[in-house]
């Protein structure tokens, strides 16, 4: 791995230490001010409803000022919002904090962006592979330490959310050289990349199936701490703990699965079989009514979800000519944003309605759907 693969790795895999410290928390954390299931899913989407704002301006002030003080911007915008969050003394601060988080939270989407200036097409599948990796270990790590820092109180996990995040922000700013030219004139503005790349008709169905994607995991995501909390009685170290293993199997399939797949098959067919096995995974969690099963359904939902990051990105990164490459991804972190913005309000407001297997049935039908929309994009790129 070169060194700038190197530190982009470990600088996504301590901003995602942060995040992963946040997820298996924040639901219980919302209840102690009176929050409703609805409520956090609220609290989940406005985090990505002030991504979906922000993060098309981020993506082509990356392609015009550089991707570095873009990175560095959106992760000192993290360390903000998690002091802001563990200083918080009423709901609306809880909100206010993870809308300053979304605002600032381009990170992922300009690591994506800085993969793809240091690396040729063919290398692409494997170094997203590793990003997908540094997701997995940053959930490993991050619920870890969630389950570990709650036995002392519901705000310490997020006070080392903090600190770990201010290391990733150090690792980028010493050690993160920069691969973008300053002053692009020709960046399109980010409005009108949104309607000119969604308008391009090869492209459209992918970024329909990126949409459908990540509001489907996002539903899996935000749910999974209340979904385990009703029905098996978990607590944040219990959930903290299985979202640990849940994200080693993620590094697992990243790291050992993706590639041998991609070489085989292909970035379309390693998506597609992805999502068939999430489909299945997460409609057995929907179905399991012992701890057992429930943690046994959790392996082939892991595999799906490992399978179908890392090839999806590498399908949207194909899509675009090197200059183009913040534009688009920031087209697609923009359709992401708006589907985890959808994903936790629908998810949880199922689960407070029609109970807590309504939200996974939902979302493994939503799976199926996007892989029957993935088969028309490769017959429309099969014509072409």
Same mark, same amino acid.
């Given at each position: 791995?070169? $060194?700038?693969?190197?530190v982009i790795?470990?600088?996504?895999?301590?901003n995602?230490?942060?995040?992963?410290?946040i997820?298996?928390?924040?639901?219980f954390?919302?209840?102690?001010?009176?929050?409703?299931?609805?409520?956090i899913?609220?609290?989940f989407a406005s985090?990505?409803?002030?991504?979906l704002i922000?993060?098309?301006?981020l993506?082509?002030? !990356?392609d015009?000022?550089?991707?570095?003080?873009?990175?560095?911007?959106s992760?000192l915008?993290?360390?903000?919002s998690?002091?802001?969050?563990?200083?918080?003394?009423?709901?609306?601060?809880?909100?206010?904090a #993870?809308?300053i988080?979304?605002? !600032?939270?381009?990170?992922i989407?300009t690591?994506?962006?800085?993969?793809?200036?240091?690396?040729e097409?063919h290398e #692409?599948?494997?170094?997203y592979?590793?990003?997908?990796?540094?997701?997995?270990?940053?959930?490993?790590?991050?619920?870890?330490?969630?389950?570990l820092?709650?036995?002392?109180?519901?705000?310490?996990?997020?006070w080392?959310?903090a600190?770990?995040t201010?290391i990733?922000?150090?690792?980028?700013?010493?050690?993160?050289p920069?691969?973008v030219?300053?002053?692009?004139e020709?960046?399109?503005?980010?409005?009108?990349?949104?309607?000119?790349?969604f308008?391009?008709?090869?492209? $459209?169905?992918?970024?329909i199936?990126?949409?459908?994607?990540?509001?489907s995991?996002?539903?899996?995501?935000?749910?999974?701490?209340?979904f385990?909390?009703r $029905?098996f009685?978990?607590?944040?170290?219990?959930?903290?703990?299985?979202?640990?293993?849940?994200?080693?199997?993620?590094?697992?399939?990243?790291?050992?699965?993706?590639?041998?797949?991609? !070489? #085989?098959?292909?970035e379309? $067919?390693?998506?597609?079989? @992805?999502?068939?096995?999430?489909?299945?995974?997460?409609?057995?969690?929907a179905a399991?009514?012992?701890?057992?099963?429930?943690l046994?359904a959790?392996?082939?939902?892991?595999?799906?979800v490992?399978l179908?990051?890392?090839?999806?990105i590498?399908?949207?990164?194909?899509?675009?000519? #090197?200059?183009?490459?913040?534009k688009?991804?920031?087209a697609?972190?923009a359709?992401?944003?708006?589907?985890?913005?959808i994903?936790?309000?629908?998810?949880?407001g199922?689960?407070?309605?029609? @109970?807590?297997?309504?939200?996974?049935i939902?979302? !493994?039908a939503?799976?199926?759907v996007?892989?029957?929309i993935?088969?028309?994009?490769?017959?429309?790129?099969?014509?072409?």
């Amino acid at each position: 791995m070169s $060194r700038p693969l190197l530190v982009i790795f470990l600088t996504v895999f301590v901003n995602l230490v942060g995040f992963g410290i946040i997820i298996p928390l924040l639901p219980f954390y919302a209840q102690t001010f009176g929050a409703s299931p609805l409520v956090i899913g609220l609290l989940f989407a406005s985090f990505s409803l002030a991504q979906l704002i922000a993060t098309p301006a981020l993506g082509v002030m !990356s392609d015009r000022w550089g991707r570095r003080p873009v990175l560095i911007f959106s992760l000192l915008g993290t360390v903000v919002s998690f002091v802001m969050l563990a200083m918080a003394h009423t709901l609306v601060l809880l909100f206010a904090a #993870r809308i300053i988080d979304g605002l !600032s939270g381009g990170n992922i989407t300009t690591a994506r962006a800085y993969i793809a200036d240091v690396t040729e097409p063919h290398e #692409r599948a494997k170094a997203y592979g590793f990003l997908g990796a540094a997701f997995g270990l940053g959930f490993i790590v991050g619920p870890a330490l969630a389950a570990l820092f709650a036995t002392i109180s519901y705000t310490a996990p997020i006070w080392a959310a903090a600190v770990v995040t201010l290391i990733a922000t150090a690792m980028a700013w010493f050690w993160l050289p920069e691969t973008v030219h300053r002053g692009n004139e020709e960046t399109v503005s980010p409005w009108r990349a949104l309607p000119e790349v969604f308008g391009r008709a090869r492209l $459209r169905p992918l970024l329909i199936a990126d949409f459908i994607y990540w509001g489907s995991f996002s539903v899996c995501n935000t749910t999974f701490a209340l979904f385990a909390a009703r $029905r098996f009685g978990f607590d944040v170290t219990h959930t903290g703990y299985v979202l640990a293993a849940f994200g080693f199997l993620g590094v697992l399939v990243q790291t050992g699965m993706v590639q041998p797949m991609v !070489s #085989r098959f292909g970035e379309l $067919r390693t998506f597609l079989a @992805g999502l068939v096995i999430a489909a299945l995974g997460w409609g057995l969690v929907a179905a399991s009514y012992s701890v057992g099963l429930f943690l046994l359904a959790l392996i082939p939902a892991g595999i799906g979800v490992g399978l179908c990051n890392a090839s999806l990105i590498t399908l949207i990164s194909h899509s675009a000519s #090197r200059d183009e490459q913040g534009k688009v991804q920031g087209a697609a972190g923009a359709l992401e944003s708006l589907g985890r913005t959808i994903g936790p309000v629908w998810g949880n407001g199922a689960l407070q309605k029609f @109970g807590e297997g309504s939200a996974y049935i939902s979302a !493994s039908a939503a799976f199926v759907v996007t892989a029957f929309i993935m088969l028309g994009y490769h017959q429309v790129n099969t014509k072409s």
